[in-house]
């Protein structure tokens, strides 16, 4: 079993709460741009974002990966965007990881904010489907990992 770490290096135990997911199935563009939507908020809008945004209400702004990505109604920073459900079922479920931790350590959730959102891609799953006269081509499936860091102010 590997031992994971955490990216971000001025974790104090007394300050800090945290929460990772690990080679999670899931878009690490689309798991990249909810990162980059919910850092620096608290942990009741993060989640009415992400609710609105699984129920296809608002758009996440696509800042990096923004190639042959569609302008969508609504958004206000950017041009471009898309709903990615399936990234933001995996982020509620880790904003509620983040939330069960903290009242483990007797944090007031009400004034927490998350200082430190971010995903890595994970490993590579390898696979290879058949295609005529004896060739495959490959499918492969790259896992994320993603962790959030939150501290009360």
Do not use: W
């Not at 135990?13 to 999670?24: C, N, Q, T, Y």
């Not at 741009?33 to 942990?43: A, D, K, P, T, V």
């Amino acid at each position: 079993m590997p031992k994971f770490g955490y990216s971000y290096q001025g974790y104090d135990p007394l300050l800090h709460v945290k929460a990772s997911l690990r080679e999670i199935d899931v878009s690490p563009k689309a798991i990249r741009e909810i990162c980059y939507m919910i850092r620096g908020l608290s942990l009741d809008k993060a989640r009415e974002i992400l609710e609105r945004v699984k129920k296809k209400e608002s758009p996440v702004p696509f800042k990096r990966y923004k190639k042959k990505v569609p302008h969508r109604k609504g958004l206000v920073d950017f041009y471009a965007g898309k709903y990615p459900v399936k990234a933001a079922k995996y982020m509620l479920e880790l904003l509620d990881n983040l939330e069960a931790n903290a009242e483990h350590k007797g944090f007031d959730l009400e004034k927490l904010v998350i200082i430190h959102a971010c995903s890595h891609r994970g490993r590579k799953v390898k696979n290879y489907f058949p295609r005529a006269f004896g060739r495959a081509s490959p499918d492969f499936n790259t896992l994320t990992h993603v962790e959030l860091i939150a501290r009360e102010i």
